[in-house]
């Protein structure tokens, strides 16, 4: 399951704008000079949307003892070997398109990562209302034998259609472990359609109308919401930072989880 083929490489170059964020992202990008992008300041929320969705991720890995990430539709995140993993994570598991994983081994495969990391290729159309249904099965139940699971879907949702998240969610239900968190951004309904307007390529197209509430009624309840930009309502923001500050970041856990045990050390 990936995002459009293009958006792994773009979304790169606007991560190596950001010194110090990450140290790879310039040689997944399209080089010295990448194509503006496609939204108004989306430089600026890809950014805050990684350095939001860090500080949760790390929270939550130690939380709740996570050993078993499985990063769907990763593109060229690299945050196992940038990141300070918990010890209590074993096997990070990174999937996405064959050829974004092979560029992706290339630029890695001398590094070292804070953890075993697994690459695992999954198909999915955006443009259509199907995916490869065997294929991401398999991919679940591979990472269905932690007891303790993260799932994270960063900038991914938001190109698939509402019946391809409600299969999706369906399947997490049906496969992934009870002791199971999900972590996603998400875009409100109003702004779906000024990101088309400025959009340049596929249209964005999952923004449900009832926000994070769409994924209860599947199984999942809202543990978190945590916005890209935090601001006062009383304090209107600059025109370059109201989209950023539309998107939010959430974490989902599985109904069925009970209370985490103590944290573990790093």
Same mark, same amino acid.
């Given at each position: 399951m990936s995002a459009p083929p293009d958006t792994a490489a773009w979304t790169a170059?606007?991560?190596? *704008?950001?010194?110090?964020?990450?140290?790879?992202a310039a040689q997944?990008?399209?080089?010295?000079?990448?194509?503006?992008?496609?939204?108004?300041?989306?430089?600026?929320?890809?950014?805050?949307?990684?350095?939001?969705?860090?500080?949760?991720?790390l929270r939550v890995l130690g939380k709740?003892?996570?050993? *078993?990430?499985?990063?769907?539709?990763?593109?060229y995140d690299t945050r196992p070997w940038r990141l300070r993993i918990p010890s209590c994570v074993t096997l990070w598991?990174?999937?996405?398109?064959?050829?974004?994983?092979?560029?992706?081994?290339?630029?890695?495969n001398s590094v070292p990562s804070r953890c075993p990391v697994l690459y695992r290729p999954v198909r999915i159309d955006s443009q259509k209302d199907e995916y490869e249904h065997a294929g991401m099965e398999r991919l679940l139940e591979k990472a269905s034998v932690s007891p303790n699971l993260l799932v994270i879907t960063e900038g991914l949702l938001v190109y698939m259609t509402t019946q391809q998240v409600s299969m999706l969610t369906a399947q997490f239900s049906a496969q992934l472990p009870p002791r199971c968190w999900w972590i996603t951004d998400l875009v409100p309904h109003p702004a779906l359609a000024l990101m088309n307007a400025k959009a340049d390529g596929r249209p964005f197209r999952f923004a449900p109308r009832e926000g994070p509430e769409f994924f209860s009624a599947l199984g999942w309840s809202i543990a978190s919401r945590h916005p890209?930009?935090?601001?006062?309502?009383?304090?209107?923001?600059?025109?370059?930072?109201?989209?950023?500050?539309?998107l939010e970041i959430v974490l989902f856990e599985n109904t069925l989880a009970r209370q985490a045990p103590a944290a573990c050390i790093a």
């Open positions: 170059a606007c991560r190596a *704008t950001a010194p110090g964020l990450d140290p790879w997944f990008s399209f080089g010295a000079n990448p194509p503006p992008p496609p939204i108004p300041n989306v430089i600026e929320s890809v950014i805050r949307r990684t350095h939001v969705m860090d500080g949760l991720i709740h003892r996570i050993s *078993t990430v499985l990063n769907l539709g990763c593109g598991i990174d999937a996405d398109s064959p050829s974004v994983l092979e560029r992706k081994r290339q630029v890695m890209v930009v935090r601001h006062s309502p009383a304090t209107p923001l600059p025109p370059r930072f109201r989209l950023s500050s539309s």
